[in-house]
């Protein structure tokens, strides 16, 4: 075991594990609903489950809870599946809440026949002024002392579709007037004549979330069914029906649901940004998805690592947004490459430079790196420097170019500015510089030093690439209780094009996904939107933490 402390879970499951408890070690499962993609709120569920099981010993089943035949659908089911993989996880077992709907229902056949369910043809409203208030005892369904027999007829019934939506529910017979409003005869199946993503139209009854969880949980004989917080009101439910059944007593368990500044979570409010076309799809990198992450450029390991740091907690609370992009800085510091890249350009001719000469450049992929390799950079009389890094009246501590400033090119000489051109407006449209030929970098015997460094690209082999900045999704930074309004603080800047930037030629062999530094601008990965005329670029994150606080 690793020598950090435990947090809660992992105490419950290591006193479990030392008191003999799970000879066969442990098994958790991830339950997501297909009824959208996964969030970072989902990566932290999935590295608390899988990593329980990794580091006590066990498995974890991933078991899509399929019960809602009308939100479901295989295109969520396949992106799930692929962002758990992607996470860095396997799990033991693929499975289906609707494989076991056969088994749900002799589940339910039993409690009827114990006298502990019953048919009630009472409508929705009925039933919810029936469940009387938290201070106040609810009163009985007229139907609520039915027969054993006459139950199983209509709960029979009911299965053959001889009734129509919202005619009839099977509920669990409890207490009316329990202090847990959950325990107030719960629903245990409504009929929806609708056709299921897997199970097509055999059934038109479907299990309430509370009746199938925790039977699922006990057929797979999970041994730690961990849920988020709002479920704690729930167990006792669980622990009733798994009690009644005589089933395999799974265990559940609630940690605080992962909170992210600047965001939305809920899938349904995820749906509407996708929707209403807030975003371009689920995997918009302002999104805060699985996927959207993974386009944007965060890696499985700074995700894992986030998960980590927020640790398990009791109690919910809000992580801002920043710490997941010091996680991914922290990452991408050891392992993106270099390169440069010009976002605001502007043209250096170096006077004193043959102007039919490419000189192929050694450059360091990255200074961090276990083992440093270089990769060639051309280097000719034209380059592209970022337009502000060029004064026409610099301030006294201006380590850049202004007239008579020396700076070193990246990776090649020192240059001297030497003179500038404007257009009628005084807009700079051309920096002139002389290089120093001994002052090549690797090999420099001009004893001249120099206190800034700045980025260019060749002109005549730059490769011109478009830069999508992202930032905030929205401009609050709680949004939990905003609920729809939440639209209404979208960050009108959470996009910024760049339309025309360019790049050193070597990007053209980049991959969809590849980590890269562009040098002092920020760290990027190449967009799926990439063709072969056109680079696209997305900004993971900027190199510092550079929110106004
Ligand atoms: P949402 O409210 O975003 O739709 P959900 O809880 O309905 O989420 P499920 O697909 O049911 O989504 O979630 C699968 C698992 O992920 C559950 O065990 C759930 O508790 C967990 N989970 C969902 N959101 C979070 C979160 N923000 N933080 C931690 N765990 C979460
Ligand atoms: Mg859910
Ligand atoms: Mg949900």
């Known amino acids: 075991l690793k020598p950090k402390s435990l947090n809660f879970l992992e105490e419950i499951v290591q006193e479990g594990i030392a008191s003999g408890k799970y000879p066969q070690g442990i098994l958790t499962r991830f339950p997501p609903e297909p009824n959208g993609y996964l969030h970072i709120g989902h ?42 993989s992607w996470l860095g996880f396997t799990w033991a077992k693929e499975l289906y809440t609707s494989d076991y709907f056969e088994d749900l229902y002799q589940f339910a056949e039993k409690l009827i026949t114990l006298s502990f369910a019953y048919v009630d043809d009472s409508t929705a409203a009925e039933i919810a002024a029936q469940k009387g208030t938290p201070t106040t005892p609810g009163t009985h369904s007229p139907f609520r ?71 699922s949980d006990s057929i797979e004989e999970i041994t730690h069914s961990i849920c988020t917080l709002e479920f704690d009101v729930h167990r006792p439910l669980y622990d009733w029906f798994l009690d009644k059944l005589g089933i395999f007593p799974s265990h559940q368990y609630e940690f605080a649901r992962l909170n992210l500044s600047h965001t939305v979570m809920s899938k349904r409010k995820l749906l509407q940004l996708v929707n209403e076309k807030v975003v371009n799809g689920w995997d918009d990198p302002r999104m805060p998805t699985i996927s959207g992450l993974r386009r944007r450029g965060f890696t499985p390991a700074s995700i ?17 947004l920043s710490l997941l992009e010091f996680c991914i800085r922290e990452d991408l510091n050891k392992s993106a490459d270099r390169v440069m890249a010009v976002l605001d350009p502007i043209k250096l001719v170096i006077t004193n430079y043959p102007a039919d000469k490419t000189e192929d450049l050694q450059i360091e992929n990255n200074p961090e790196a276990e083992v440093i390799t270089k990769r060639s950079v051309p280097f000719s009389n034209e380059l592209y420097i970022e337009r502000d890094d060029f004064m026409i009246d610099p301030p006294k501590k201006f380590f850049r170019l202004g007239v008579g ?82 639209l209404k603080f979208i960050n009108p800047e959470s996009l910024q094009i760049v339309p025309k930037v360019y790049v050193e030629p070597g990007l053209k062999a980049a991959e969809v996904g590849q980590a890269l530094q562009f040098i002092r601008k920020g760290y990027y990965s190449l967009d799926p939107d990439s063709t072969s005329d056109k680079l696209v670029f997305n900004r993971t994150v900027t190199l510092k933490d550079t929110w106004a606080k």
């Open 145 to 215: 002392n039915r027969s054993v027999e006459e139950n199983l007829a209509l709960f029979r019934d009911m299965r053959a579709g001889k009734y129509a939506d919202g005619e009839k529910v099977l509920r669990a017979k409890i207490d009316m007037a329990h202090p847990n409003m959950h325990m107030r005869d719960p629903l245990m199946y409504r009929i929806r004549h609708v056709k299921h993503h897997r199970s097509g139209d055999k059934w038109c009854i479907y299990p309430m979330y509370d009746f199938a969880h925790g039977q």
């Open 43 to 84: 990566a932290k569920s999935i590295c608390l489950n899988f990593g329980l099981a990794q580091r006590f010993g066990g498995g974890t089943n991933l078991r899509f809870d399929d019960t809602n035949p009308v939100t479901e659908e295989t295109e969520y089911v396949e992106s799930i599946k692929k962002d758990v």
């Open 405 to 486: 400033l020396e700076v070193r090119l990246k990776g090649a000489y020192i240059v001297t500015c030497t003179d500038f051109k404007a257009d009628a407006e005084g807009n700079v449209t051309e920096v002139h510089a002389e290089y120093i030929p001994e002052s090549k970098s690797g090999q420099d015997t001009s004893g001249v030093s120099v206190k800034g460094t700045i980025h260019w690209v060749s002109v005549a082999h730059a490769v011109a690439a478009e830069v999508r900045n992202f930032d905030r999704l929205l401009i609050v930074e709680d949004a939990s209780e905003l609920g729809d309004d939440f």
């Open 304 to 320: 894992r690592n986030f998960c980590e740091r927020i640790g398990v907690a009791k109690r919910d609370n809000l992580i801002d």
